[in-house]
């Protein structure tokens, strides 16, 4: 029989090789992950794919001025790349690079096939290209600097005049057709200020055809036309949505295209909704479901840069305080889609508060007290009263909501669900006193049994909710309750069903999951 599994593909943006990994690069990468591992214990069969950017003026430029080949520094900064995401715990299924073969000869063959279906013509551009950004714009677009400097309406960063004979893709004989997708498909673009933003400023006014060659840069990958040329970076680094999945007749590409969600920055929303749209409708290849622009991360209210020292470095984070910190704090202090800012002060709220004394506090108080009065083993339970009831009924409750939110990438709204019951159970402690229970014997031994089976219930699906978005811990809670398999392969569907771990399983309480953090040790 043929596979009927559910099926889901996820994208992150590809990142430029001429820089280090950041926690704008950590926070795009984070969301998709946990929106992969969410529809993995869903059900479906989840393709992701994340890579680099290999191509292009900024590139050779950054390899020159370090005295490399521009595929040295690439091969040198993608290791970083797979090191960081090893370090956060990122469960892509490929790591795709522009320099692949394979993406070579799809890039080449989209690059025909849109030719062949005549939206591609050779003529002379003259204009404003941003190298920052590797994008040509328009005489309207640049804007006036210091001194009469022409400067890129998004970076700021001067923009130079180039004149080359290239070759353009027909963009504007996909102006109806581009407004009709966006018209009949209304969560195609998201959040919805980004949508308003993008319409009105870059649709709206009339889409323009685009340069897709480069006959002035080298590095990149050859055009299929007579002359010397490459393709332009953004028309050969769109297609690695394709290259991954082995277009155009590959199995990969039968499954799982169209994607499901492309997550991209803000800055790069602009040519997910006008040239990749546009090119697939040339190509005649169906365009992706959902394109969703994430926002910026400041620090301080101050917009990140080396030039100001008050970059933060994702990954010190995460070895100091844990992979899951970081995953938490981004997923949880930060609307996802809206701009972003961290401080120092809201990480340690969120560490001490919701990590340390929610969770934390809960697992270790739980296992402390299943250790004291039942020698570790899980006890059978007693007759289930309104607290449990009340226990069970937010714990069943949990997993159809957040696949309500998790539909719209409501990461902190799917994490504020999975933390009612942490809460609650915390407050069932409070409500039911089992060290009163114990010791002056109000409802004996069966009493007291089903509150220690009722808050081991309770950490078991906290675990399985929290699993998608911090994976260590929720593995690290996992092997405490007892279990030795591997939390990952288990299904959402078990956070509906109250009453499952096993009676007798024996507990084994480890180190505590959040050692708080001390003002004094702040970093």
């Given amino acids: 029989m043929p596979d009927l599994k559910k099926t889901f593909y996820v994208t992150t943006p590809i990142y430029y090789v ?41 590139i050779a430029k950054t390899a020159a001025d370090e005295g490399l080949e521009p595929k040295q520094l690439a091969d040198r900064v993608v290791e970083r790349f797979k090191e960081a995401w090893a370090k956060l715990g990122i469960t892509y299924d490929r790591f795709i690079r522009t320099t692949d073969e394979d993406h070579r000869k799809a890039a080449q063959a989209f690059f025909k096939k849109v030719m062949d279906a005549g939206f591609i013509y050779k003529a002379d551009y003259e204009g404003w290209y941003c190298l920052p950004d590797e994008k040509f714009l328009l005489d309207s677009e640049v804007i006036d600097g210091p001194g009469g400097t022409k400067t890129c309406p998004d970076c700021g960063r001067k923009v130079e005049r180039i004149k080359e004979e290239n070759y353009f893709f ?8 581009l407004e009709k997708h966006l018209e009949d498909n209304p969560d195609f673009l998201q959040p919805a200020s980004r949508k308003n933003e993008l319409v009105n400023n870059f649709i709206k006014p009339g889409l323009a055809d685009v340069s897709i060659t480069r006959s002035t840069v080298k590095w990149g990958i050859p055009a299929p036309v007579p002359e010397s040329t490459v393709i332009y970076v953004w028309f050969d680094a769109l297609v690695n949505y394709l290259t991954a999945l082995g277009w155009p007749d590959g199995e990969n590409y039968k499954k799982f ?40 991360i400041n620090k301080d209210g101050k917009k990140m840069s080396k030039s100001l020292g008050n970059t933060v470095d994702p990954f010190e984070l995460a070895a100091t305080y844990s992979p899951d910190a970081v995953r938490y704090y981004l997923l949880r202090e930060i609307a996802f889609g809206l701009d972003g800012n961290y401080t120092d002060d809201a990480f340690q709220l969120r560490f001490n508060g919701d990590l340390a004394n929610d969770l934390g506090n809960l697992v270790s108080r739980s296992l402390t007290m299943l250790e004291k009065y039942f020698e570790g083993m899980v006890p059978k339970p007693g007759p289930q009263g309104e607290l449990e ?20 990438l409501e990461f902190h709204t799917t994490l504020i669900q999975a933390w009612e019951l942490v809460k609650r159970a915390n407050k069932y402690i409070e409500e039911t006193s089992p060290w009163k229970v114990a010791k002056e014997g109000y409802g004996g031994k069966e009493k007291l049994a089903t509150i220690l089976f009722s808050l081991m219930e309770a950490l078991r699906v906290t675990a399985l909710s929290i699993a998608p978005f911090l994976p260590f811990t929720a593995s690290a809670i996992w092997s405490q309750l007892g279990y030795s398999d ?38």
């Fill in 257 to 296: 295209w169209p994607a499901d969600v492309h997550i991209i920055g803000k800055d790069i929303l602009r040519f997910h909704t006008t040239i990749w749209p546009t090119a697939l409708m040339a190509a005649g290849i169906p365009l992706p479901k959902k394109v969703f622009g994430t926002g910026y």
């Fill in 18 to 58: 001429n820089d280090i990994p950041h926690i704008g690069h950590a926070y795009s990468t984070v969301g998709a992950d946990a929106l992969a591992r969410f529809k993995r214990m869903d059900g479906y069969d989840v393709f992701f794919l994340t890579g680099t950017d290999e191509h292009g003026q900024k």
């Fill in 170 to 177: 027909k963009m504007s004989a996909f102006q109806k057709q």
């Fill in 486 to 523: 591997d939390i990952h392969s288990h299904s959402l569907k078990e956070t509906e069903e109250w009453g499952k771990i096993p009676v007798g399983q024996k507990i084994a309480k480890g180190q505590p999951l959040f050692p708080r953090i001390e003002k004094e040790n702040k970093k």
């Fill in 389 to 408: 009831n009340q226990l069970a009924a937010i714990a069943k409750s949990y997993a159809s909501k957040a696949r309500t939110a998790m539909e719209h």
